[in-house]
C-alpha cells in the first residue's frame, strides 16, 4: 500500500472520531505532516497506526489526551525523531517537484490575467517577453518562493495545539498574501529590461504551465 492510499483510508477513519479527539489527532497530523524531511510512506504509516489506536481507546471511553499525554507537541516531535529521512534521490525529487510546481502555477496564472486583461481591455492576448529579464526573475523567485513556503510551514507548525482565533489567522494569512504578491511584484519591476523581446499568446504560456504541471504530477506520483 503506498502513501497516497494510506491518506485516502486516513481521511475516512478520521470521520468516526469525536470533536476533542480529532482536533487533537489533526494537530498531530499536521504537525508531523509537515516535518518534510521524513519519509512520506514511513510517516503516513505511523499516522495510521496512531488513528487505529486512538479509535481502540475511544471504545473503551478514553481520549486523546488519556492515550497520548498532555503535551501533543513532545509526543509528535519523538514520532517524528524516530522516522527515517528522505534519501538523498527522494529530497532531490521533491525539491525539483515543488520548482516545478511553483512554475506552472505563474505560466498557468501568467495566462489567465492576460485573458482578464484582454476582456477588460487592458492588453492584448499577446504578452512581450524579454528574455534577459525574464532569466533573472526565474532564477530569484525560486528563492523567494522557497523562503516564503518555509515561512508558512513554520507558522503552521507553531500554530498546532494552539487554539488561535480563526479571525486573526484569517487577517494573518491576508497580510502575508498580500506581502508575497508584493514582493514578487516588486521583482518584476526591480528587474532591468534585458534581452532580446519575444511574443508570446497567451495559449502557448497556459500550455507550457499545463505541461510543467504535468511534469511535476509524475514526479510526485514517482516519490
Request: aromatic share 14%; hydrophobic share 50%.
Amino acid at each position: 500500500m503506498d502513501a497516497k492510499e494510506l491518506i485516502q483510508i486516513n481521511n475516512e477513519k478520521r470521520k468516526q472520531l469525536k470533536k476533542e479527539n480529532l482536533k487533537y489527532y489533526e494537530d498531530m497530523l499536521v504537525y508531523i505532516r509537515l516535518s518534510y524531511d521524513a519519509s512520506e510512506l514511513e510517516m503516513e504509516e505511523t499516522l495510521s497506526e496512531l488513528l487505529d489506536h486512538l479509535l481502540e481507546a475511544q471504545k473503551e471511553g478514553r481520549s486523546a489526551k488519556e492515550v497520548f499525554g498532555e503535551e501533543p507537541k513532545q509526543y509528535a516531535d519523538e514520532i517524528i525523531g524516530a522516522l527515517p529521512r528522505m534519501v538523498t534521490k527522494e529530497r532531490l525529487k521533491f525539491f525539483t517537484m515543488a520548482i516545478l510546481y511553483f512554475f506552472a502555477s505563474v505560466s498557468i496564472f501568467s495566462a489567465l490575467f492576460t485573458v482578464v486583461g484582454y476582456f477588460i481591455n487592458l492588453n492584448s492576448l499577446t504578452q512581450e517577453i524579454m528574455v534577459g529579464s525574464l532569466a533573472i526573475r526565474t532564477v530569484l523567485s525560486v528563492p523567494i518562493a522557497f523562503l516564503l513556503l518555509y515561512g508558512v510551514i513554520q507558522y503552521l507548525r507553531w500554530s498546532c495545539f494552539k487554539n488561535i482565533n480563526k479571525v486573526v489567522e484569517f487577517l494573518m494569512f491576508w497580510l502575508f498574501g498580500i506581502m508575497a504578491v508584493g514582493i514578487f511584484m516588486g521583482l518584476i519591476f526591480i528587474t532591468p529590461d534585458i534581452g532580446p523581446v519575444v511574443d508570446v499568446p497567451f495559449y502557448v504560456t497556459a500550455f507550457v504551465g499545463l505541461l510543467i504541471y504535468f511534469a511535476a504530477r509524475m514526479i510526485r506520483k514517482s516519490i
